[in-house]
């Protein structure tokens, strides 16, 4: 019987957020949090699909012959008929199966969503199988949970229609490439029109470039970062914030057009830094502080002009003031209003000034956890 496991990191978005939706540059980042997959074949005689997400309490058998019934009856649409006929059959379905609450009927559309689709075109024989996933990422927060889930599961099912077929499977440019189409079909049932940067950097990981539509440029064998990701547990609305900003921009074009374009150039110019720290040897520490600071200055600058676009909190305020007290820099990342800040650490930030930053923020009531920007992608265990 087949088992492999799939693991696939969250995501920040370290400059650019709300410009790339206008087609600007954005950079990000991957997560050293992870989602991952347990998956195994169960054995001859049992007739179900068995999924456990211990993070949003799903537990749920499904009977195969169901499943076999309802997607490849002859009146049953095909994946190829387009996104929304066959999301709106998958919807119905879940319905049929049951749920109790939004995360549960998203997981599980997205689970059949790509199973099926995923069976169509690279030719699975659907079997009973039992897939176990959990995640280190909050969910709805900003760090890319959605797309490391879809990842996640993209690749469980890419690589079992290997599996099945003998074919190896290296995880190569092009596969990654075919891998982060499906999980962004997928996350089109989480988030309707996403930018389409979430689901890259959860593929290939590391520090990517990138322009809707235009331009993925992947920084390979970056410098490992340190960060505090602060949670403001403040929630907010991705899609009432980026409707806010479009109302502003038509409005006001003169004056957030120029805005945009600025935060175009900020990605732009922290690109050729990040570029050149990957190309400092290590023993360079002035060099390197240097550029750090030069960071810090347009981590800076990018949240000044997130603010100037009404997407910040005074969360958000508090903790930028409080990482400048340590002689750091902080910004929100995603979509503001909310939700989370990253504090960039310079590799020389002593422990105890980490520990002491960290404890004022939980003090203030924040969530704070120290991790790793820039590691690697999806990958895939037997």
């Known amino acids: 019987m087949v088992e492999f496991k799939v693991s696939a990191p969250g995501k920040v978005i370290l400059f650019g957020e709300h410009a790339v939706v206008y087609g600007k540059t954005a950079v990000a980042a991957s997560l050293a949090l992870r989602t991952n997959l347990d998956f195994k074949e169960l054995p001859l005689g049992t007739d179900y699909i068995s999924i456990s997400m211990p993070k949003i309490s799903l537990t749920q058998q499904i009977p195969l012959q169901h499943i076999i019934d309802f997607f490849f009856g002859q009146s049953s649409p095909k994946s190829s008929a387009g996104h929304d006929e066959f999301h709106k059959h998958v919807q119905k379905f879940v319905e049929e199966i049951g749920f109790i609450s939004l995360?549960?009927?998203?997981?599980?559309?997205?689970?059949?969503?790509?199973?099926?689709?995923?069976?169509?075109?690279?030719?699975?024989?659907?079997?009973?199988?039992?897939?176990?996933?959990?995640?280190?990422?909050?969910?709805?927060?900003g760090l890319g949970s959605s797309a490391s889930f879809a990842v996640c599961l993209a690749t469980c099912f890419y690589h079992w229609s290997r599996v099945q077929r003998n074919v190896g499977i290296s995880l190569d440019e092009a596969q990654l490439r075919e891998i982060s189409s499906y999980a962004l079909d997928c996350e089109r049932i989480m988030h309707g029109t996403p930018s389409g940067i979430d689901n890259t950097i959860c593929t290939f990981g590391s520090i990517i470039e990138y322009r809707k539509g235009d331009l993925l440029v992947p920084i390979y064998g970056v410098k490992i970062m340190r960060v505090l990701l602060v949670d403001t547990r403040v929630p907010r609305s991705t899609k009432a914030l980026v409707e806010s900003l479009a109302q502003l921009r038509s409005k006001y074009p003169k004056i957030f057009d120029p805005v945009?374009?600025?935060?175009?150039?900020?990605?732009?110019?922290?690109?050729?830094?990040?570029?050149?720290?990957?190309?400092?040897?290590?023993?360079?520490?002035?060099?390197?502080?240097?550029?750090?600071?030069?960071?810090?200055?347009?981590?800076?600058?990018?949240?000044?002009?997130?603010?100037?676009?009404?997407?910040?909190?005074?969360?958000?305020?508090?903790?930028?003031?409080?990482?400048?007290?340590?002689?750091?820099?902080?910004?929100?990342?995603?979509?503001?209003?909310?939700?989370?800040?990253?504090?960039?650490?310079?590799?020389?930030?002593?422990?105890?000034?980490?520990?002491?930053?960290?404890?004022?923020?939980?003090?203030?009531?924040?969530?704070?956890?120290?991790?790793?920007?820039?590691?690697?992608?999806?990958?895939?265990?037997?």
């Open 260 to 382: 945009l374009e600025s935060i175009d150039s900020v990605s732009i110019e922290a690109l050729s830094i990040i570029r050149r720290i990957q190309e400092l040897p290590e023993a360079h520490d002035e060099l390197l502080s240097e550029a750090y600071n030069e960071l810090m200055t347009l981590m800076k600058v990018n949240q000044g002009l997130l603010d100037t676009c009404h997407l910040s909190h005074p969360s958000l305020d508090a903790i930028c003031a409080e990482a400048k007290n340590y002689g750091l820099a902080a910004k929100l990342t995603g979509a503001g209003g909310g939700g989370y800040a990253y504090i960039l650490l310079l590799p020389t930030t002593p422990n105890e000034v980490i520990s002491s930053l960290s404890r004022k923020l939980i003090a203030n009531g924040y969530l704070v956890t120290l991790t790793n920007l820039g590691g690697s992608g999806v990958e895939i265990y037997s």
């Open 103 to 141: 995360p549960q009927k998203q997981a599980l559309e997205a689970f059949f969503y790509l199973l099926i689709n995923i069976s169509q075109v690279e030719s699975i024989t659907i079997k009973p199988i039992h897939i176990h996933l959990d995640t280190a990422l909050s969910i709805s927060s």
